[in-house]
């Protein structure tokens, strides 16, 4: 799957070869703050743990993976977007149920951004014919997060524990269905 350019942004699906990425952006205490609590991850954890884990559920047909934001024209890298099947690291991973989450670099945030990326990906999510809803989750303090989905039409459904192979957390869970009666 192709994801094409928004107004300020470009795309693409990261790959294994991207871990320098992913340290630049969760070596930040600030940005980890409402993943893990703060801790900034080091090198050996990127390539121990996150790099398996983000090829486990990376499809580049169906477009699930972690996908890499660079700003334009100058393609600074921004941040990334996640798409995956809700409860993929469970027994029952709902693929007509896709989790957004979006995680951004420090000096990106209040730009608008993730509105942007989280936006367009809910639009063309929401297009494939076997996805029925896009569900996003944060803790219940982050609520730079929780603003983002309730400007891109998501709505509160409950709070609940999420779980996790990385560690189960209380969260909110918010979700926009497939529109009613649109035809894709």
């Keep these: 799957m192709e994801i094409q350019d928004t107004d300020r ?3 693409g699906l990261l790959t294994k070869d991207d871990a320098g990425l992913l340290f630049e952006l969760n070596r930040d205490a600030k940005v980890m703050r409402y993943i893990n609590g703060g801790h900034a991850l080091t090198m050996q954890e990127i390539e121990d743990v996150h790099v398996p884990r983000m090829l486990s559920f990376r499809d580049e047909n169906r477009g699930w993976g972690m996908w890499r934001i660079n700003e334009k024209p100058g393609g600074g890298f921004v941040g990334v977007i996640v798409i995956r099947p809700m409860n ?3 027994s029952a991973p709902e693929p007509d149920n896709l989790e957004i989450g979006w995680r ?3 000096e990106y945030w209040g730009k608008g951004y993730a509105t942007e990326a989280a936006r367009h990906f809910i639009d ?3 297009a494939v014919a076997s996805v029925d809803k896009i569900t996003a989750l944060a803790i219940e303090a982050n609520r730079a997060s929780i603003k983002i989905m309730t400007n891109i039409g ?3 459904v409950n709070t609940g524990i999420h779980r996790d192979p990385l560690g189960d957390e209380e969260v909110v869970f ?3 269905p497939k529109p009613v009666g649109k035809a894709y």
């Design 9 to 11: 942004l470009t795309y």
């Design 88 to 90: 993929f690291f469970s």
């Design 104 to 106: 951004l670099k420090k």
């Design 124 to 126: 063309i999510f929401l």
């Design 154 to 156: 998501m709505t509160y």
């Design 174 to 176: 918010y979700e926009r």
